[in-house]
């Protein structure tokens, strides 16, 4: 048995390719059923996002489902293979596993540790289990995936600092003021990045906003669009003592707000401190401001600053974090690897117990009039030989299968002359179904 | 007796340092188990200091202020209490590391010079003595708590002008909560100075025969009231906050510690403890 991922990422595709490969949540049933019957595959998941098309399965021959699924996927999408052959790449075991683990801790993100990832694999995986197309190894494959995700965002800082501009002026005016839902915020001159800070200001909880331009009709239509109010340019600096918080990015080739502007607001507004955000080049606010008491300036190259050492520490935490996921890689293979002696060990349990039967049974014909706790009696004593002869090397076995170590089960087989091993390893999902009830009383 | 009272003196200190220790470790690392820690070592330490309190009480059959070893005891019990009333109430264990160093100083100090109880002078035997000192170090524990919001707050201003803003500043509360914090403990912290210089000077028309005598204390107790009524009616009347509160609240505190400590060490009056 085998776990395999296929896909394409925004490293490996460009969005030409991700787009056609992409499936739209209403086709994904369709897809499961499609790609399970054309590679005959028991266990299948797709995820698909902006960023990834991935199929997960479980396969007896990796090489062999993957050019059933390249053609899967050919045909539903009706593209030919040779389309995006070259922007797949193809996992199997560890690598698969370690590869999943990524993508869910949000290693593998275009914005490292962006968590929005998590979400989106819960929701393909759920749709997976609500059309039946996973078996007890992608049930435990995704349920360590989230797991390990979880376990990356509590004890690593992935994302735990702002990573555009935009919310970097958000983190800071939080650590300004004790709330931001009683500010003001102003915004200067129309600007994608302004618009975009102070959409943020208002998730965070901001309610007033003014807008000021030097096109009162932009002015307008912008304040509309934040439920705020137009400020007339001209009188925007009698305004200042209103404002908590002015996000500026205007053309203008001098400083529109210059101390001798902030000084009369700052009284006015009993010394509340003002955030200043400059956004503009050439810079809209006099750099002395930030020198006044109760005033605090940042320019757009501040705030980039402030991004980039935030990409680094995610960076850095993302090392700490690739050790976590090495770590919950190995304990994961290892319990496919022990997988693999689960038919063996069925097997044994099977052999001995046969034999122990038949051997009661001889003996309590022989012995004549018994009472039936007699007969218990005999019987327990059997039970309880087999056990115990077995509970060492069933141990030992499993031990060994977690490390990879395969020779001790064919020992057991050949010693033990066990030969039913005519689906051994070709459907372990099917297997482990029938098989979890018996084989957790010995674990 | 006197070994009981000293062993939980000794258990208090301990727990102090281990609460600045872990208070220390909050700035390097926020932790909730390190907060937690904290918390726990202050709210022990204080449980061992004030029944260090009452133990010394009943064997001097009175309140256990008279000698410099006790006031400052006493002091650091209320700068214990102040501090976990605050953190505990506003989630700012962070603020431990900026107040538990005090603590930990003066409880230390009222070991090093600890002495058997003796006789109450009985100058010091009047209704108003109790309440005066309480009063007092009620107060004074309590603008100690606004010095070292004080001190956090430059720290905290510093860094985001300087645009330090990853580590310690990710750490500290922001200069809004800060500024609300110091402003409340002021405003908790002058009454109870004010109502403190009051009942002394009661105490002192009983003792002394005068309320008022100009002795050093009382001047620089003075001068310390109005540092302190400077900045809470700037304030209140002119919205005074920020970095100008803040230099002003631990301005303030090293009056109260001068005034405390620095008279009597530095000048001499009718305010001497008995151990000088």
Request: charged share 20%; with cysteine.
């Amino acid at each position: 048995m085998h776990i395999i991922a296929l896909g394409v990422n925004h490293r490996s595709a460009p969005v030409e390719v991700r787009e056609c490969l992409a499936f739209a949540d209403n086709a994904v049933p369709a897809a499961i059923e499609g790609l399970r019957a054309a590679a005959g595959l028991h266990e299948i998941m797709i995820l698909s996002t902006c960023n990834r098309v991935e199929l997960y399965a479980t396969c007896a021959d990796p090489e062999a489902t993957r050019e059933k699924l390249v053609a899967g996927l050919s045909g539903f999408h009706n593209l030919p293979a040779a389309r995006f052959a070259d922007n797949l790449y193809f996992f199997r075991d560890a690598e698969a596993v370690r590869h999943v683990f990524r993508v869910a801790a949000s290693l593998d993100s275009m914005v490292v540790g962006e968590p929005q990832i998590l979400g989106q694999l819960k929701d393909a995986y759920a749709l997976a289990v609500e059309h039946e197309a996973t078996g007890q190894v992608l049930n435990k494959f995704m349920h360590r995936a989230f797991s390990t995700a979880k376990l990356v965002r509590t004890q690593t800082n992935i994302a735990g600092s702002a990573v555009s501009v935009s919310y970097a002026a958000v983190e800071l005016a939080r650590k300004i003021f004790a709330d931001l839902t009683d500010k003001t915020v102003m915004l200067v001159g129309a600007g994608e990045m302004c618009e975009l800070a102070a959409r943020h200001f208002i998730t965070h909880g901001v309610r007033r906003v003014l807008v000021t331009n030097r096109t009162h009709a932009r002015a307008r239509d912008l304040a509309a669009e934040f439920d705020g109010h137009a400020i007339a340019f001209g009188d925007f600096h009698n305004q200042l003592d209103r404002v908590d918080i002015l996000l500026s990015s205007t053309g203008s080739p001098t400083y529109l707000i210059r101390p001798e502007h902030l000084a009369p607001a700052l009284k006015k507004r009993r010394y509340r401190p003002i955030f200043l955000i400059d956004i503009a080049v050439p810079r809209d606010i006099d750099p002395a401001a930030n020198e006044m008491d109760g005033i605090f300036l940042y320019d757009v190259d501040d705030l980039q600053g402030v991004v980039a050492e935030n990409i680094d520490q995610r960076l850095q935490e993302a090392e700490r974090a690739e050790e976590l996921v090495a770590l919950e890689v190995d304990k994961f293979t290892g319990w496919l690897e022990s997988l693999k002696v689960t038919p063996t060990i069925k097997e044994l349990r099977r052999l001995a117990a046969g034999i122990a039967g038949a051997e009661v049974e001889k003996t309590i014909a022989g012995l004549g009039d018994l009472s039936p706790r007699q007969c218990k009696k005999i019987e327990a004593m059997a039970g309880a030989i087999v056990n115990k002869l077995l509970h060492a090397p069933v141990t030992r076995l499993k031990e060994e299968a977690e490390h990879g170590n395969q020779v001790p089960v064919e020992v057991v087989r050949q010693l033990f002359n066990l030969k039913n091993s005519g689906d051994r390893n070709q459907n372990p999902g099917d297997h482990q179904q029938r098989e979890t009830g018996s084989t957790t009383p010995d674990a | 007796m006197h070994s009981s009272y000293t062993i939980l003196l000794t258990l208090a200190l301990l727990c102090y340092v281990i609460g600045m220790a872990a208070g220390f470790g909050l700035i390097w690392q926020a932790s909730r188990r390190t907060s937690r820690l904290e918390n726990a070592a202050l709210i022990a330490g204080f449980v061992a200091h004030a029944a260090a309190f009452v133990v010394r009480g009943v064997q001097s059959d009175a309140l256990p202020v008279a000698s410099l070893h006790e006031s400052l005891s006493c002091f650091a019990l209320f700068l214990a209490g102040c501090y976990l009333w605050v953190s505990l109430r506003n989630r700012v264990s962070i603020l431990g590391a900026f107040i538990n160093p005090l603590t930990v100083i003066i409880t230390l100090w009222a070991l090093l010079i600890i002495r058997p109880v003796e006789p109450h002078p009985p100058v010091l035997k009047s209704l108003w003595m109790p309440l005066h000192v309480l009063l007092s170090f009620a107060g004074h524990a309590m603008l100690a708590v606004t010095c070292g919001l004080g001190i956090m707050y430059l720290l905290q201003e510093r860094l985001i002008k300087r645009k330090k803003v990853k580590g310690l500043f990710t750490r500290l509360p922001s200069l809004g909560k800060i500024d609300q914090l110091s402003y409340i403990s002021l405003s908790i912290g002058f009454p109870l100075l004010t109502l403190g210089i009051i009942t002394g000077s009661l105490w002192a028309s009983v003792a002394w025969g005068a309320y008022w005598s100009w002795d050093p204390k009382e001047t620089w107790s003075l001068i310390t009231w109005f540092l302190y009524a400077a900045l809470l009616h700037g304030r209140i009347s002119v919205g005074w906050r920020g970095r100008r509160a803040a230099v002003l609240s631990i301005v303030g505190f090293a009056a109260i510690m001068f005034t405390f400590l620095g008279v009597n060490l530095l000048l001499t009056g009718l305010h001497t403890y008995g151990s000088f």
